[in-house]
């Protein structure tokens, strides 16, 4: 089983700066792509940026691609999302996901309980 805990959400300006955080616990996620995504009031949750089981590779979404940043540290077996320059229109829970497929190719999805940023203008 799979525990995932996100942090560092809060109240920021426009313009600013927050770090999120997702700590797993349960098992070394070390091999597994992770993920971040987001859901806005009265709207469907959205992918937001994932990242490679080594962290070499990562991908976003044209909506926060060279304002975010997507990193690991496998030691610690936690993600991060640094998010930058934010807008009002990044306000929304933060969702950190992982995915497990078993041997007859099932999925399984892992969420935290989410972490709310909220951008003023």
């Known amino acids: 089983q799979v525990q995932l805990v996100e942090s560092g959400g809060g109240l920021v300006q426009e313009g600013g700066s927050l770090r999120l955080s997702c700590a797993a616990s349960?098992?070394?996620?070390?091999?597994?792509?992770m993920a971040w995504f987001r859901q806005a009031p009265g709207k469907e949750r959205e992918f937001v940026a994932v990242?490679?089981?080594?962290?070499?590779?990562?991908y976003y979404a044209d909506s926060v691609k060279g304002r975010f940043t997507i990193s690991r540290d496998n030691a610690k077996n936690t993600v991060y999302l640094q998010m930058d320059s934010l807008k009002p229109e990044d306000t929304a829970v933060y969702y950190c996901?992982?995915?497990?497929?078993?041997?007859?190719?099932?999925?399984?999805?892992?969420w935290g309980q989410g972490t709310q940023v909220t951008v003023s203008s």
């Open positions: 996901n992982v995915d497990q497929y078993d041997t007859s190719w099932n999925r399984r999805r892992y």
């Open positions: 349960g098992r070394s996620l070390s091999t597994y792509a």
């Open positions: 990242i490679s089981s080594s962290g070499g590779s990562t």
